[in-house]
T-cell receptor, first 115, second 113 residues
């Protein structure tokens, strides 16, 4: 089945370390997204990309960067991790085009803990 | 800033009961989606409603989009333990900002056997 995969699934790191979370998809979708989920705050958009040459900031991009290496790959980096970046991180994809309602297909998530 | 308010935030019921969760906004959306998220997994799309007043059914789940396209409800009949999860609504816009979904904070449903 076409899918969205994320690696790693769990990561514990220390303050100040550089961390990369990776996302791959076999759905053939052009649009990819990174969200974080915190209890009581819901899903918040970090970055999104409409194609390999198009990267855009979401509502909470400070402290994060992304790279769209190919249509199928979108990685999220924390250059210098801090404890308040402890959260559940999701990658998602969606179809582009006039008939799309931007329905999103999520990966299984990465649980990141920054000590 | 568009907001989607979901209520209740938490709901714990017994197997066989009926329930309704609500998703409300002061903004108009071109479409509204419902997702269910189980522990340790990402959200999974259940349904998209597009037309004001639209009703869609998915087995025991009934979804309704308000006439003004500002609100939606999810009704579950005869809830089962397998319905346990976090239910998220998300509104989409048309036109230039249609990249973005506005998510509610979710309703955490627990169905006890």
């Amino acid at each position: 089945d076409a899918d969205v995969t994320q690696t790693p699934r769990n990561r514990i790191t220390k303050t100040g370390k550089r961390i990369m979370l990776e996302c791959s998809q076999t759905k053939g979708h052009d649009r990819m997204y990174w969200y974080r989920q915190d209890p009581g705050l819901g899903l918040r958009l970090i970055y999104y990309s409409f194609d390999v040459k198009d990267i855009n900031k979401g509502e909470i991009s400070d402290g994060y960067s992304v790279s769209r290496q190919a249509q199928a790959k979108f990685s999220l980096s924390l250059e210098s991790a801090i404890p308040n970046q402890t959260a559940l991180y999701f990658c998602a994809t969606s179809l582009a085009g006039g008939l799309s309602y931007n329905e999103q297909f999520f990966g299984p998530g990465t649980r990141l803990t920054v000590l | 800033t568009q907001l989607l308010e979901q209520s209740p935030q938490f709901l714990s019921i017994q197997e066989g009961e009926n329930l309704t969760v609500y998703c409300n906004s002061s903004s108009v959306f071109s479409s509204l989606q419902w997702y269910r998220q189980e522990p340790g997994e990402g959200p999974v799309l259940l349904v998209t409603v597009v037309t004001g007043g639209e009703v869609k059914k998915l087995k025991r789940l009934t979804f309704q989009f308000g006439d003004a396209r500002k609100d939606s409800s999810l009704h579950i009949t005869a809830a089962q333990p397998g319905d346990t999860g976090l239910y998220l609504c998300a509104g989409a816009n048309s036109g230039g900002s249609n990249y973005k979904l506005t998510f509610g904070k979710g309703t955490l449903l627990t169905v006890n056997p």
